[in-house]
């Protein structure tokens, strides 16, 4: 619901940002691009509580799932984190895929 609130807020920003630009006199994609600005930087100094409460609604929705999951799951992405970052994992035969087995046939013969 924190993320919900946090969004509409900004669209409200980007609105209001544009209706007072266009007052102003900006029009056309220049009225687009600026209010967009406009709205991102006000939401920025303006609603760092709402953000907060998003930041601690994934932080909490993320710590439930790994409950549920269990340690198995963890474990499985503590693996898959170490091949994606280059590492060996430990426990882990490494195989050089350079080597070829000798029964295999050459399919070019």
Do not use: C, H, W
């Not at 609130?5 to 006199?25: H, M, W």
């Not at 209010?35 to 929705?61: H, P, Q, W, Y």
């Amino acid at each position: 619901m924190a993320f919900l609130k946090y969004t509409l807020l900004r669209i409200a920003f980007i609105i209001v940002s544009a209706i007072a630009l266009y007052f102003v006199g900006a029009r056309g994609l220049l009225l687009g691009v600026l209010a967009v600005i406009v709205g991102m930087l006000l939401s920025m100094l303006l609603l760092r509580k709402e953000r907060d409460a998003v930041t601690a609604s994934f932080v909490e929705r993320k710590a439930r799932k790994e409950m549920q999951f269990g340690k198995v799951a963890y474990e499985d992405n503590s693996y898959e984190d170490e091949l994606v970052d280059g590492e060996a994992p430990a426990e882990a035969d490494t195989v050089d895929p350079v080597q070829t087995d000798s029964a295999q046939t050459d399919p070019g013969a």
